[in-house]
């Protein structure tokens, strides 16, 4: 079963995206191993630790290359992503020649209570990782809009039409996985 490094740009403890998340592992469940990788015991990045990271970089980046895949769920700041999401990426990316991400498929997500569903924030994540060799779902896209109430205390859908399209998402994700496996074990390997 293809392991996905999920990496949540929030670490807030009630966090819609934290939710969101564990909603769409409980979705996959059979199909797919979500890793929940914790972005929040990383150092801001630093070039002048770039080539001598401390230990919390090493670990995070041995998560991340373990995982056959990448699931980025992002909440929206400012029309783009949260610094806690970004500096993952940047340590991830890094040093030169050692990028964690490189060939890996990946696909991204967030969600809001408002109506535009984090729109401009994966557009703009879209943008970060695409030069970074993440082979990105690019159909079907969700923008996610979650009211109060629409995730329950066990991590499951409550509106069903959103339940039905999300695991639509989620088996796109699983069969684009699929799809890539060959290529991303060639890519790992260069």
Known sequence: MPKVAVLVGSARSRSINQAL?????KLAAGRLEFDFV???EL????????NNPPEAVWAFKRRVEAA?????VTPEYNRSIPALLKNAIDWASRPWG?????GKPGAVIGAT?????????QQHLRNIVSPLQVLLLTQ??????????????????????????????????????????PAAKVAAAA
Do not use: C, H, K
Not at 21 to 25: D, E, P, S, T, V
Not at 43 to 50: C, I, L, R, S
């Open 113 to 121: 209570p408002g109506q535009t569903g984090v729109a401009a924030g």
């Open 21 to 25: 998340a564990r909603a769409l592992g």
């Open 68 to 72: 056959d895949a990448l699931l980025f």
């Open 140 to 181: 079907p896209e969700a923008y996610v809009q979650l009211q109060p109430g629409a995730i329950d205390a066990d991590d499951a859908f409550t509106n069903p039409a959103q339940r039905e399209f999300l695991q639509g998402y989620v088996d796109a994700f699983a069969g684009w996985i699929d799809r890539l496996a």
């Open 98 to 102: 050692q990028n964690s991400f490189a």
């Open 43 to 50: 150092p801001m990045f630093n070039g002048d630790m770039e």
């Open 38 to 40: 914790p972005l929040d």
